[in-house]
């Protein structure tokens, strides 16, 4: 083997662990730093992203129905919940009871409730028939389950929200009667209707209606309004508009730039996903407007805006990522930091990354250790045969030797010169044993 192989992030956890007790440490297994730039989704729109259209959910539905959720009841122990609905319309199909009961079997699950009670929803019901569970555990009755779970159930805050659903209810039936070429060119108008909604669930059916699309421009005027309404909207669930966002950059959309310059970046979540796809379509933030959010308190904006800065060319902006991989009082954006080096593929930053790789944050020693490998060749590997034969630690230098016998060979000469120059004790114990000594000591 030639070059440093790049392993994967499990092979260098293991790698890592083997090292350490090469070192003589009692290591719990090592931890990643918080996910800083997450979040968690809302209920009403947390399935979105990757849910069926409204018009799929509807042709399997016996009857979509506009209800009020009086009360929740709660069966076998809490596994069983029974949602009382009061239906003020039918919208389609047929129900034959006012006041439907629609069952959630939850099992000992922690996620949100199908519904809230007070909220006004639409709902896509079907019977639920021959569910022996069911039969055994509520009153005896008529029950119904939700087509599509989560997906199924819609908020309809206002009455511009409700009518907003009802028209996408029917022109997504009305879709089903077209043949191609009508029936994209109907998707795609009942799309950007959607985005233009004030409904935040309609942008998530909007969503899953446009990925369907291989291509996205050119955007009319009004496709790219309603697509900019949507990205500033901040009721709209972030895992929505980060999937519009990367949508946008995935089909390669560059008029759609407009849209992505007046998004609102309210959580770190969309500023990552914003500030990757303008790098991707061909407008970067300059370092004038990633300066705000450099030095933003909170540390999900910072990785993000570190993450954008090292993809600048500039060698000033290099050094300012390392500042942060270094120095950041947050483990997430010093992470993040040393991810963003390693995906810049420069050897410039291996210096950095060599101090980073002597750090005692287990988690930061490792991502150190995938930067490395990311940028790869001769620098990398003089690096790592330093850092095996005068790193700080012995477990720095164990966890060097075995990063290279791992990705080049026993026998490689990088690994022959760790051996010719007296190494430490742990290392020519490794030298000895190779990766066989984890499966021998690591207990």
């Not at 950059?249 to 008029?255: E, K, L, V």
């Not at 500042?323 to 950041?328: E, F, G, I, P, R």
């Not at 477990?395 to 010719?420: C, D, F, K, M």
């Amino acid at each position: 083997m030639t070059g440093l192989r790049r392993l994967t992030a499990a092979a260098i956890a293991a790698v890592f662990v083997a090292g350490a007790h090469a070192a003589g440490d009692e290591l719990q297994p090592a931890v990643s730093p918080p996910a800083t730039a997450n979040v968690v989704p809302s209920p009403a729109v947390a399935a979105t992203t990757g849910a069926r259209p409204l018009r799929v959910l509807a042709a399997d539905a016996s009857a979509i129905v506009l209800a009020d959720v009086r009360r929740t009841e709660l069966y076998d122990e809490g596994r069983l919940h029974l949602y009382r609905m009061h239906v003020e319309r039918v919208l389609r199909g047929r129900l034959d009871d006012a006041d439907p009961g629609i069952a959630e079997v939850r099992g000992d699950s922690k996620r949100p409730p199908l519904a809230i009670d007070g909220e006004h929803v639409v709902v896509f019901l079907r019977p639920a028939w021959g569910q022996t569970y069911l039969t055994e555990h509520l009153p005896a009755g008529t029950y119904y389950t939700v087509v599509g779970a989560r997906d199924g159930v819609v908020p309809v805050a206002s009455e511009a929200q409700r009518e907003a659903v009802e028209r996408a209810i029917a022109d997504g039936a009305a879709i089903a009667t077209l043949d191609a070429p009508a029936a994209p060119a109907a998707r795609r108008r009942l799309a950007f209707t959607e985005l233009a909604s004030t409904s935040p669930r309609l942008a998530g059916d909007a969503l899953a209606e446009l990925r369907g699309f291989a291509t996205l421009s050119p955007l009319a005027p009004e496709e790219l309004a309603a697509l900019s309404r949507a990205l500033r909207d901040v009721t709209v669930d972030p895992v929505v508009r980060v999937g519009l966002i990367e949508l946008v950059a995935d089909r390669h959309a560059g008029d759609a730039f407009p849209a992505l310059a007046a998004a609102e970046a309210d959580t770190p979540l969309v500023l990552t996903a914003l500030l990757a796809a303008r790098a991707r379509l061909g407008h970067p933030a300059d370092r004038a407007e990633l300066a705000a959010y450099l030095g933003h308190r909170d540390p999900g904006v910072r990785a993000a805006a570190v993450r954008a800065l090292a993809r600048d060319d500039d060698p000033a902006a290099l050094g300012e990522v390392g500042h942060y991989a270094v120095s950041d009082p947050d483990l997430g954006v010093r992470a993040a930091a040393i991810e963003a080096l390693g995906a810049s593929g420069r050897g410039d930053a291996v210096p950095v990354l060599t101090q980073t790789f002597e750090t005692s944050e287990r988690a930061l020693q490792q991502r150190s250790a995938q930067a490395l490998l990311a940028i790869g060749g001769p620098r990398v590997e003089s690096a790592l045969v330093d850092l095996a034969l005068r790193g700080k630690s012995p477990q720095s230098q164990a966890y060097a030797t075995l990063l290279l016998i791992a990705s080049l060979g026993r026998n490689h000469p990088a690994v022959r010169r760790i051996e010719a120059a007296n190494p430490s004790p742990e290392v020519r114990e490794l030298l000895a044993h190779g990766l066989q000594f984890r499966e021998t000591h690591s207990h």
